[in-house]
């Protein structure tokens, strides 16, 4: 019996080929499978390439949720409702964090996992960034015209960590 994963969601999706083994590739964050689009051409020959968009990224629905093993989840409910028993996984950066999650619980659907330019490891600048990311969906964009505008909306240190580069 499938098992159910409630949380998970239905991922939109690209696919290139029609022959060969099923390669799985996920995209990093702000990205989507339309990123691989070029390495999919190149190989079509050889694969059936399947390029999901992660929850929140490209075309597939957003959730108030992000985690990785949700993330995983979508990846194993988006293998069960193509028919996919045991794939190869390619990830890169966020995905390849998910790949190595979907390795870990669900060994038994990954025949071969390739993670490019991510380590298994606790980034310090994580947390940085998501309060940068929260910061800036609460600003009022519709009513935000000038940088001194924004200045004024954020926090005095989330905006010299926003702008220090200009």
Same mark, same amino acid.
């Given at each position: ?76 409910? /988006?293998?069960? +409702?193509?028919? !996919?028993? #045991?794939? *190869? ?8 964090? &998910? ?26 600048? /994580?947390?940085? +960034?998501?309060? !940068?990311? #929260?910061? *800036? ?8 015209? &000038? ?20």
């Amino acid at each position: 019996m499938t098992p159910t994963y409630l949380e998970a969601i239905p991922l939109n999706y690209r696919k290139y080929g029609d022959t060969g083994p099923d390669l799985i590739v996920l995209h990093g964050l702000f990205g989507s499978g339309k990123n691989w689009r070029s390495f999919a051409r190149s190989i079509v020959n050889d694969f059936q390439i399947w390029m999901p968009d992660a929850r929140n990224n490209g075309e597939s629905p957003h959730a108030e949720t992000m985690s990785y093993k949700e993330m995983a989840e979508d990846v194993v409910c /988006f293998l069960d +409702n193509n028919g !996919l028993e #045991r794939i *190869m996984l390619l990830g890169h950066s966020m995905g390849g964090k &998910t790949a190595m999650q979907v390795a870990l619980r669900f060994p038994e659907r990954v025949s071969c996992l390739i993670v490019v330019d991510i380590a298994p490891v606790q980034y310090e600048h /994580f947390q940085k +960034n998501l309060k !940068l990311i #929260r910061a *800036m969906q609460e600003l009022d964009l519709p009513k935000i015209i &000038t940088r001194a505008e924004v200045e004024k909306s954020l926090p005095i240190r989330l905006m010299k960590s926003i702008f220090f580069l200009f």
